[in-house]
Each structure stands twice: as structure tokens, then as C-alpha cells.
């Protein structure tokens, strides 16, 4: 046998081996894309617990839960947290808990609605001004004893 016979004959093993380390090499970049992003998150995640301790909040969510939920950027709560639909969506949410004829708005306690301005600081602060003057329009004081 010639030596160009042979490697001829071998050429399907070195294309099927150049195309193994190729799969293995998108794996290997895909998989540390996916734990740098779940790292990001998990840390995004302890300074939001951090934060909502530290402004005295007792009852804050597992950081599991809150990485999950929110992700790097999060998720919902950073859309558009001063836009029209959220802002309605909030009144509503700040009512007394009746539905129909017996629902009024209420005076909300100002820890409760401060707590997604700590969210937006530690995800999304470009969007915090804009939310801050939404806050202004609030009707909120201390109504809940701590």
C-alpha cells in the first residue's frame, strides 16, 4: 500500500474527527455562555437581596427564585416599568382588594411601592428616573406598622 492509499482511505476518519472537535468546541461555547449568564444572575440576585435587607425589608424572595424570575435584565418588571399600561396596572393593584362597584383606591404604604424602585436600581437604573416620576404622582405614606 502507498502512503496516499492510505490516507485516502482514512479520510472519512479525519473528517469525522475535525467535525467532532468542531461539535465539542459549540458545546464548550455555548455552555460557558449559559453558566456566565446564570453566575450574572445569581449575583444580580444577592445584591437585590443585599439591597432589600438593607432598606429593612424582612420577607425577602430565595435568591434561586429571584435569579429564575428575574434573570440578568429583569425580565418584566425592566420593560417599561413608567409606561402607561404598567401604571394602570399598578392603580389597580394598590386598590383595596374589592372587585366591581366595591373597589377603591387606597393609600399605599411608600415601602411597598419603594421596593420595585430597589428592583429597577439593581437591574434596569436607566429606567429608574423615569419611574421615580411616576412615584411622585403616588398617594403613599406609612400605613403599615413595621
Known sequence: MSPTRMASEHRWIYIGAIVLLVAMLVVGLLTYTQQHATN??????QQLSDELVAAGYRAVPDQD????????????VCENPAGALQNALWKVNLANGAAG???RPVVADARTVEAEAIVLNVYCPDKLEDFRHKLDDLDTAKTVNT
Not at 450574572?40 to 440576585?45: L, T
Not at 427564585?65 to 418584566?76: C, E, N, S
Open 40 to 45: 450574572e444572575s445569581y449575583r444580580k440576585a
Open 65 to 76: 427564585q429571584i435569579a429564575k424570575t428575574l434573570g440578568t435584565g429583569g425580565g418584566a
Open 101 to 103: 362597584p366595591g373597589q
